[in-house]
């Protein structure tokens, strides 16, 4: 028979079996709750019964929980009370939180380290660069420092450089930055990344951030030398002060890490090769440790065009964040708040959703309840709304495109076609693909596939991306491509994928894959089959050289012998031999056209 005690008083199910029913339960201490317990407990009759029973409290334990919460059990457990676990809460910061978790930002490993550190500085170059309206020349220096993967990154551009007050914040803060509260196209999103890259160099190597910055010509350059305070996330400035520089605007950040370097396909080499096919208005100067320096020249001196930054689109947003929107708004009344905070919302759209939600326009909007709110909220979901303006996303354009590939990948054929905007939850998105074909193309295993991000390339992840997904789900055969069942196409080609959004959905903070929504997935598919059709008509338009050829050949092979079989069986002369030669030559030439 099992035995429970328990200090409280329960209900208890009591299996007996026969041979147990009658045997007296002087072993187990419970006050009953019936009088009559024992008797019915004795009796062969019952085979199983629900009791309440109340347990006395073990010796000692006279207090309530809280008060004996310290006190070691019977089993030497010690319980902890809530106060105790109270004092042992507190705020965690972000870059604490980053510090443990690394992984997250695209430091797993030393080799990779090397290359976020190095696109995060690239990608906030570029950025202000196109921002103020220059066109960006970018160095990328590495050096080894010693022979146990400690190495030195320095990165130096020709951009608007940064007021010497913001300069700690920028690189020696986490989350913080221009980009994260507005709807505009850039490479940059979550304030995270530059900063990030300072806090894992001051891990692995505990050597401080370097910057130069000059604002202008005129103004002097100032260095600073900066830690991060993980536990406060603030910057620490050890030195800062004026120093002489060369260039007449820009930044220059030197980070020393713990890394590896090494070429290949997710190397530092790669990701600056693939920078420069969709940034093809960029001039970059890389000197490698172990190499000479190579230039990637720009193929355009022409900027991209400056995006717009719009409001948020209503259908793109969710009832948390309306209700949000709600507190804040500065706007008097509700039809104002949608009409002044979202974008496509005109006077009568906004009286469309009022009307369907039955909220009076001209009530507060701080006064509306969470039970109206989500009224709002699906009113707005359920009406028909304009899309959202497309001047937020510049797309790099076919033309532009096809330049940047040619410059780049070497190959027979090439095609490029730039989709229509297209929208996801609200955010516009544009969709570019580019295939390159045969040439020095390798023709061994799955085509290469290129992933990029407003521009910025994608080299990890792959199997994980949306990009990829798309791919693998379309069915290259008819285009002139073998195939594997649900995998990617085989043969010598280079895919080439560009997502343009104002925010892109990346799957993780270190944005190295597109999540897989079906607008984007389908708007990647067009693309790519656009392309495969053209493509197509290139691959079979070389076989059909191939097949001529072979075909001449065969001509020029055996009509001699044919001549010489008419001259011996017709004893033609060596001069008739040739003229029939010639003709045959002619006619069956004719006949292939």
């Not at 590495?142 to 608007?160: L, M, T």
């Not at 010598?492 to 903070?509: D, G, K, L, R």
């Amino acid at each position: 028979m099992c035995v429970l005690q328990c200090p409280r008083t329960i209900g208890v199910v009591v299996a007996l079996s026969p041979a147990a029913a009658g045997a007296r339960p002087d072993s187990i201490p419970v006050q009953d709750s019936s009088a009559s317990y024992r008797e019915e407990a004795m009796g062969q009759e019952l085979a199983q019964r629900t009791l309440e029973f109340t347990a006395p409290p073990p010796a000692g334990d006279e207090e309530g929980p809280a008060e004996a919460g310290g006190r070691e059990g019977k089993r030497g457990r010690r319980r902890v009370t809530a106060t105790e676990m109270a004092k042992q809460q507190r705020e965690i910061s972000v870059s604490e939180f980053f510090t443990k978790n690394r992984h997250l930002l695209g430091f797993d490993n030393p080799r990779k380290a090397l290359l976020t550190c190095i696109k995060e500085a690239v990608d906030n170059s570029l950025d202000a660069c196109e921002e103020a309206g220059i066109l960006p020349e970018v160095k990328v220096t590495v050096k080894e420092v010693r022979k146990e993967e400690r190495y030195r990154v320095i990165v130096e551009d020709n951009g608007p450089g940064i007021v010497p007050k913001q300069v700690p914040k920028v690189f020696g803060k986490l989350l913080y930055g221009s980009k994260f509260h507005r709807l505009k196209m850039s490479r940059g999103q979550q304030g995270i990344g530059i900063s990030a890259a300072a806090m894992y160099g001051q891990l692995t190597t505990g050597q401080p951030t370097v910057i130069i910055s000059k604002i202008g010509q005129g103004k002097p350059a100032v260095r600073c030398e900066l830690m991060i305070d993980t536990k406060k996330n603030e910057p620490r400035v050890i030195h800062e002060g004026e120093c002489d520089w060369n260039g007449a605007h820009g930044t220059r950040v030197e980070i020393e890490l713990e890394a590896r370097y090494q070429r290949g396909r997710q190397s530092v080499d790669a990701y600056l090769e693939q920078t420069a096919i969709t940034n093809p208005h960029v001039r970059m100067l890389y000197t490698p440790p172990d190499g000479d320096p190579h230039e990637f020249p720009r193929a355009t001196a022409d900027l991209p065009a400056e995006p717009k930054t719009i409001k948020p689109h209503p259908q793109g947003i969710e009832l948390g964040m309306l209700m949000a929107m709600l507190e804040s708004t500065r706007a008097r009344n509700v039809r104002a708040f949608l009409t002044q905070e979202f974008s496509r919302v005109s006077g009568r759209v906004a009286d469309n959703i009022l009307a369907a939600a039955k909220i009076e326009p001209s009530a507060r909007p701080s006064r509306i309840a969470r039970q109206e709110a989500e009224t709002l909220y699906k009113a707005i979901q359920a009406t028909r709304i304009m899309n959202p303006p497309t001047d937020c996303v510049v797309p790099i354009g076919e033309e532009l495109l096809l330049k940047g590939v040619k410059k780049e990948l070497e190959a027979d054929f090439y095609a490029a076609v730039s989709r229509p905007p297209a929208v996801y939850r609200g955010n516009p998105f544009v969709i570019e693909a580019a295939v390159a074909y045969g040439g020095k193309v390798p023709d061994e295993g799955p085509v290469r596939v290129y992933r990029f991000a407003n521009r910025v390339p994608l080299l990890y992840q792959q199997s994980a991306c949306a990009i990829t997904r798309a791919i693998s789900s379309i069915s290259w055969r008819p285009y002139g491509l073998s195939q594997p069942s649900g995998s990617l196409p085989m043969g010598p080609a280079i895919v080439v994928v560009h997502m343009a959004s104002v925010w892109v959905p990346f799957t993780s903070e270190s944005k190295e894959a597109i999540a897989h929504y079906p607008e984007i997935i389908k708007e990647i598919k067009l693309a790519l089959q656009a392309c495969g059709r053209k493509m197509s008509l290139h691959i079979k338009r070389r076989r059909r050289e191939a097949e001529a050829e072979r075909k001449r050949s065969y001509i020029e092979k055996y009509i001699p012998h044919i001549g010489i079989g008419l001259r011996e069986i017709l004893a033609l002369s060596q001069r008739e031999e040739q003229a029939i030669v010639e003709k045959l030559t002619e006619m069956l030439h004719k006949s292939r056209k």
